[in-house]
């Protein structure tokens, strides 16, 4: 019987197993820059910023202010799911990595 008053999370939350979808979710970011020697792959996702997941990697990406203030995180991003094959600019500081594989020029 449960008790009134009182919520409770489904056991399966707390199995050290467990990984919400987002966390499953997982995606490979290309960085490519004259910065950097050659080129950088990494498996990336759970829903964190290209400059979280730069700065994971010690990717040489600028940033000031990242919260979108000062554009010097500016990032070109190329998606695979991109019909467009222009790369548009993007803040990294802002720019959510999700499920699709990324290249990024800066
Ligand atoms: S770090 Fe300032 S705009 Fe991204």
Known sequence: MRKKGRATAPFY???PLFVTLEEFIM???TFT???MNKDITVHAGGHSTLLAVAREHVIPLECECEDGE???C???VSS???RDTSA???LACQYIVRDDDLLVKF
């Open 27 to 29: 995606a490979n970011v």
């Open 88 to 90: 548009p600019w993007r």
């Open 13 to 15: 939350l707390y199995h």
């Open 74 to 76: 500016a990032v070109q």
């Open 33 to 35: 820059s004259p910065k």
């Open 80 to 82: 695979s799911k991109a």
């Open 70 to 72: 000062f554009c010097t």
